[in-house]
């Protein structure tokens, strides 16, 4: 066992605070991190304050992790002492039903373990990156290049993955034209990945204000939801929409936009019961679908075409002392567009 420092809630109506847990023992093929940087997702705070599920407290919450490896297990052959390497959201899964062989632990059919505010295959609760370490099976850690600022790679653990991997199911490239919802965390991840992989890109927003920050992204048009002449002029536009709103929406609206055989896929997570009418799909034969993040192996493919071409998130870091503020800024939107943790101010 080793002690690793941590901000937890105590309950669901407590602030993070410090508080000091044991990690695990490293066994034969497991990979211990020393974490430097971890990303602040808004399911953080979902699940610190019960929104989703109730919740297994003390809750240290965190699952955008990077860091350096410090020891590895006898039988660990993919990993080395001193590596950078990275661990999202899944730590295992059952790795034998027909999901996990096919390289989907994320929809693992004896349901995989998060990386906090879960309980892992020995009943022993799962804490995650708000900490200065983690001990996590060799087959879920990742390897992370050294050519990207590690701060601005932890959010790909999360936000990157959720968004390249619906992009990637669905074949998105030149001569799609997309739509992004929405213009957080997720979303500006989806224009950067929309944009490299060769789509025509507009952001959909309910601020006007975004518009510049979209364009700088890279979007090639940009579509006030608020201003009814906007969206009336992009009916029926759009093949796929990716929707990355947590807030309530009007789902119906944004369905109108889709060309006839069109796909909405979501991957932001409403707390609310979504309201969709049936002629809003069967009107244009379009499908609503639903993401989770990607597996391992693609998670990794994720990683390796973001160092290839030089794609980061845009962060602010923060000290782990400023997370309820941060936590406060993020539901007012206030954040371009990923905070990160430097979990140094926690050591």
């Not at 990156?129 to 999360?158: M, Q, W």
């Not at 932001?268 to 034969?285: A, D, H, N, W």
Request: some cysteine; aromatic content about 8%; glycine content about 8%.
């Amino acid at each position: 066992m080793s002690q690793a420092h941590a901000y937890a809630a105590q309950s669901p109506t407590t602030d993070l605070a410090p508080w000091t847990l044991e990690r695990r023992p490293v066994g034969p093929h497991d990979v211990q991190i020393d974490i430097h940087y971890c990303g602040v997702c808004h399911s953080d705070l979902h699940q610190i304050r019960n929104e989703w599920f109730p919740g297994i407290f003390p809750m240290v919450p965190g699952h955008e992790i990077v860091g350096r490896i410090t020891q590895v297990g006898d039988h660990v052959r993919n990993f080395k002492v001193g590596e950078l390497a990275g661990v999202g959201c899944l730590v295992d899964s059952c790795q034998e039903c027909a999901n996990c062989e096919a390289d989907l632990e994320q929809y693992c059919l004896d349901g995989n373990t998060q990386t906090y505010n879960n309980l892992d295959r020995q009943g022993r609760p799962t804490y995650g990156g708000y900490s200065t370490s983690i001990v996590v099976r060799e087959e879920f850690v990742l390897h992370v290049s050294d050519k990207l600022n590690l701060a601005a790679v932890a959010p790909l653990l999360c936000a990157g993955i959720t968004t390249y991997s619906p992009l990637r199911h669905w074949n998105i490239g030149p001569g799609h034209k997309v739509a992004v919802v929405g213009l957080g965390g997720l979303g500006h991840m989806a224009v950067k990945f929309a944009v490299a992989f060769g789509a025509e890109v507009t952001v959909l927003s309910t601020s006007p204000s975004k518009e510049a920050d979209a364009k700088a992204l890279g979007a090639h048009h940009f579509v006030a939801t608020s201003d009814k002449d906007q969206t009336k002029a992009v009916r029926g536009s759009f093949d796929f929409i990716l929707d990355t709103v947590s807030a309530e929406h009007d789902m119906n609206m944004y369905l109108s936009l889709l060309k006839t055989d069109g796909s909405l896929v979501l991957v932001g997570v409403p707390t609310e019961p979504l309201k969709v009418q049936p002629f809003s799909i069967i009107g244009g034969r379009k499908t609503l679908a639903g993401s989770s993040i990607g597996g391992i192996k693609e998670t990794q493919e994720m990683l390796d075409f973001c160092a290839e071409h030089n794609i980061t998130s845009d962060i602010e870091l923060i000290d782990i002392k400023d997370v309820t503020a941060a936590y406060e800024r993020m539901v007012k939107g206030d954040v371009r567009y990923r905070f990160v943790i430097d979990i140094a101010t926690l050591k």
